[in-house]
């Protein structure tokens, strides 16, 4: 199989963000790449970037998954987020199920955790995960297909989210798409302990392969991918974000996925375009 090593490095690159000290040498590396500083988001850092406080009670079957062995405790272990579409079945990112250097990592402290707006308490439920089923059109050089599918040891009752229809036509620019999640807030490795959400313009496939044409930082495909963001940046999904759901309409359109930092100018959150794997994703889920 013939890979892009660029592309291997931009995304390595934007895991390892994950470390809050990771996340300065990656900001002084992009700033030797791109031959800038980064540019700061627009507005004070609040979010997921830019976003507002959240509730479990009000996203029941958003969830986040947790590694302590790998994380550590002080926020639960989170490290992504995660969808429950069924009792026992959790949709979230295939890259989530990776390590920074593209490696399986098969943790076996895996956990689903249901119902804890802050990751500092110890509300809501812990669920183990029995199996995990990665998208095998999962593409780890290109993010592609960027999927999976956890089966839970127990099931969550606290309903399931909606996915869009396979290939029904939700993605028309500017539409409105909220993402919610415990991610990185200023793109510095500011992890929220709490849930928090943001509002985001869908962004045209044309501007979203101008804003990702190639190279080392990423490539959008429009048959696998959806793009979301204002214009002048400061709202986005960031990392730890990961997983987690995109709303369309309070039903579930896109996966945070990767993008170019966070809340950048030009630089758009990059999601997995839901509606394309539909039928894939409910086949793994037994839906
Ligand atoms: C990440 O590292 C990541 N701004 C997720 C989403 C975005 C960037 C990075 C989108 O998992």
Known sequence: MVRAPERNERSSFRRYIRGSTA?????????????????????????????????????????????????????????????????????????CMFDQNGKRDDRPDLKVIQGRTDLRTTTGREVAVGSVYVNPGFDATWISGDWAVLTLDEPLSTGSA?????????????????????????????????????????????????????????????????????????KDACSADSGGPLLIGGRVAGIVSWGDGCALAGKPGVYTRVAAFARDIRDAAGL
Do not use: N
């Open 162 to 234: 909606s996915l869009v229809g396979a290939d029904e036509d939700v993605y028309a620019a500017d539409t409105p798409s909220t993402v919610v999640g415990w991610g990185d807030t200023t793109g510095r490795g500011d992890y929220s302990p709490t849930l928090r959400q943001v509002t985001v313009p869908l962004v045209s496939d044309a501007a979203c392969s101008t804003a990702y044409p190639g190279g080392i930082y990423g490539t959008y495909d429009a048959a696998s991918m959806v793009c979301a963001g204002e214009k002048r940046g400061g």
């Open 23 to 95: 996340a300065l040498a990656a900001i002084v590396v992009a700033a030797v790449l791109t031959g800038a500083a980064p540019s700061a988001p627009a507005g004070p850092p609040r979010g997921v970037v830019g976003g507002s406080p959240a509730d479990t009670a009000t996203y029941p079957w958003a969830v986040a998954l947790s590694s302590r062995a790998e994380y550590g405790s002080a926020r639960s272990g989170q490290f992504c987020g995660g969808t429950l579409i069924a009792p026992t079945k959790v949709l979230t990112a295939a890259h």
